[in-house]
């Protein structure tokens, strides 16, 4: 038999790090920098978490990225049904900054490859970065 | 103070809708605690060790804990996604090193098939930073490794074929093994020709989603004289280690550096400096089979860059340089979370006591290793064991 339905749906605490996403609505991405000591953070974060300042600079990450690592998806989990013929992820690293990505591309990418990138909504509206061959 | 293990037991593994949670965990203590002569006034506290959200018990410890008789002995509840077991044998370890109590029992147990499987692949996607990965690009757990996998193919010229060996070795031992998920040898052939779940794995290249449970009943070397325990197999070696949650914030692709660091631990205080001629045995997380060939370079087995070469070579393989994953491994053995990390404990015990029947390697050393990841590296476990 089965158990009575239990739907779990979060609300995401993003005011931190708003500007992040506000950035990805203007086609920009952010990464955040520690004025004290230095480390730079991508994904984006409010605090440093190796000298525990709290003043940190947004810095913008841009240029050429080369590609890591990357998979097809195959099998979406739930919540990705949209995307049920499947999507390319990517890890590309430009400078300091590693950034993972949807690959927008024919095929599947290389490691070692060049991409720009560029930020979009999907299906469901969620922005997030794409990655595009240079 | 050493602390010895003294009970071990295991379910059978696979889609078990036969039972609970409460029920799949208490035949693997039931034959842990008959293994250990012990009864339940000699334990004194309970960890309980489960992964969860994919069963429909939430906060599972405490139901687990008393259908097991455990009630008012803990229970301690330990996560720590695929490397739970394992954190519950540290748990259950630290307690009697400490010298709170003198015997504890371990109990992994998961059930992982109450959800369909796109639910339970939203679950292990989560693995990781779920607003930085899950939430914008979908990451599944075979994803993570097969990210792994086209760094590690890149850099070094890993194959499929390879990956496929690992499978093929992982079947043929849990074909053997009655309490495997699957008792049946698959051929290179199939494994090549299987689909891709997330390239470059494909479907035989990952571990299946399992039920089942282990535990282990571990003791201070004063209560194992107590209770005339004739056959411990002491913990000599532990090690831990974890790496960053998000993936894009780590150093590199080609390995784990949870398994580096963990594995230095548990050597150094092992005094294990040459594991190929000190160990007889290792059971090594291979939840995907890139992750065995990275085992085996990040545990000091090979260079880094040869694991492909040391599956094809037959070094992990019975008669080879060190058998890994005899009694089939997460692959083919089955990855219930919880249940891993103590399943291993399990093997490793059978065998260094020499009862591990068909399965049974050659003792010259008398120890062995169990080798637990949980997620991508996010949490690295190594315990070594020695009679």
């Known amino acids: 038999m089965e158990s009575r339905p239990f739907v779990l749906k979060h609300m995401l605490p993003i005011s931190r790090v708003e500007r992040y996403w506000k950035g990805l609505e203007e086609g920009k991405i952010y990464g955040t920098r520690c004025q004290s000591c230095g480390a730079s953070f991508y994904p984006p974060q409010a605090d440093c978490s190796f000298c525990y300042s709290g003043d940190m600079d947004w810095v913008e990450i841009d240029g050429e990225g080369v590609v890591e690592c990357f998979t097809r998806i195959q099998r979406p989990p739930q919540g990705f049904e949209f995307a049920s013929g499947g999507y390319v992820i990517v890890v590309a690293a430009f400078g300091s900054f590693k950034v993972m990505g949807w690959f927008k591309g024919e095929g599947l990418p290389e490691v070692g490859m060049k991409v720009k990138a560029e930020t979009g909504k999907d299906e469901l509206g969620v922005w997030k970065v794409y990655l595009t061959p240079l | ?387």
Not at chain 2, 106 to 128: F, Q
């Open chain 2, 1 to 387: 103070m050493k602390v010895g293990v003294i009970g071990v037991g295991c379910s059978k593994f696979g889609v078990r809708r036969d039972v609970t949670l409460q029920e799949v965990a208490f035949e693997a203590v039931k034959e842990a605690m008959t293994d250990a002569g012990v009864s339940r006034d000699d334990v004194e506290l309970s960890v309980v060790g489960t992964a969860g959200t994919r069963s429909y018990e939430l906060m599972p410890a405490v139901p687990v804990n008393e259908y097991c008789g455990f009630a008012g002995k803990g229970p301690l509840r330990v996560e720590a996604a695929c490397a739970t077991g394992s954190a519950a044998v540290y748990v259950a370890y630290s307690s009697i090193k400490a010298g709170l109590v003198d015997v504890a029992i371990a109990i992994g147990c998961e059930k992982m098939t109450e959800v369909d499987t796109a639910t339970s692949l939203a679950v292990g996607g989560r693995g990781g930073s779920y607003l930085w990965e899950f939430h914008q690009y979908g990451t599944t757990f075979p994803g993570h490794y097969a990210m792994h996998a086209s760094a590690h193919m890149s850099r070094y010229g890993t194959t499929e074929k390879q990956m496929a060996l690992v499978a093929v070795k992982n079947h043929r031992n849990a074909a053997r093994n009655p309490k495997a998920h699957f008792q049946k040898e698959v051929t290179l052939e199939e494994a090549l020709a299987s689909s891709y779940v997330a390239y470059p794995l494909r479907l035989f290249d990952c571990s299946p989603i399992s039920d089942g449970a282990a535990a282990a009943i571990l003791a201070s070397e004063k209560k194992i004289k107590e209770l005339g325990v004739d056959n411990p197999i002491w913990i000599s070696g532990v090690g831990y280690s974890s790496d960053t949650a998000n993936l894009s914030r780590r150093e590199d692709y080609g390995g784990l550096r949870a398994t580096v660091n963990a594995s230095r631990m548990a050597y150094k205080m092992a005094g294990i400096d040459s594991p190929l001629k000190q160990l007889d045995i290792a059971t090594v997380h291979d939840c995907f089979t890139i992750a065995e060939i990275m085992a085996y370079e990040d545990l000091g087995f090979c260079r880094k860059g040869e694991g492909g070469m040391f599956i094809k070579e037959g070094e992990s393989d019975f008669g080879g340089s060190i058998p890994v994953n005899t009694f089939g491994g997460l692959k083919a053995k089955g990855h219930p979370l919880g249940a891993t990390g103590v399943a291993m404990v399990y093997e490793v015990v059978k065998q260094l006591r020499g009862e591990a029947g068909s399965l049974q390697v050659d003792l010259k050393n008398y120890k062995g290793l169990t080798h637990n990841i949980g997620g991508t590296g996010h949490f690295g476990w190594v315990f070594v064991f020695e009679v």
